[in-house]
């Protein structure tokens, strides 16, 4: 498994943008397919968005299709999830995971992914 630490979080007003990071420090994670998830106070945590290995196929849920982008670093050692348009039902901790290669079909349930990173906190607020 990599070690995986998610960084960018922050505070940001409603429309702003702000750019996660997941990154690992030891083997390149190209091979996994990595989703984010986040995880709002009192809801339960949802996928946000996932790209799957070769090809890159990407998703996105609804609610952030066309202000979300979902990409990978050259390096197979970061995976990037550009948020624009921020709005501030985004705020959450968001968390990024690596699928278990044991799925070979596309899926963003939270129970096919075992490898989580720490998480970093989005506040969207006027």
């Known amino acids: 498994q990599v070690h995986l630490v998610e960084s960018g979080g922050g505070l940001v007003q409603p429309g702003g943008s702000l750019t996660l990071s997941c990154a690992t420090s030891g083997s390149p994670m190209d091979h996994y397919t990595i989703g984010w998830f986040r995880q709002a106070p009192g809801k339960e945590r949802e996928g946000v968005s996932y790209i799957s290995t070769v090809p890159d196929i990407t998703y996105y849920r609804d609610s952030v299709k066309g202000r979300f982008t979902i990409s990978r670093a050259d390096s197979g050692k970061a995976v990037y999830l550009q948020m624009n348009n921020l709005k501030i039902e985004d705020t959450a901790i968001y968390y990024c995971?690596?699928?278990?290669?044991?799925?070979?079909?596309?899926?963003?349930?939270?129970?096919?992914?075992?490898?989580w990173g720490q998480g970093t906190q989005v506040t969207v607020s006027s």
């Open positions: 995971a690596t699928r278990d290669p044991i799925y070979t079909d596309y899926g963003m349930a939270s129970y096919e992914y075992d490898n």
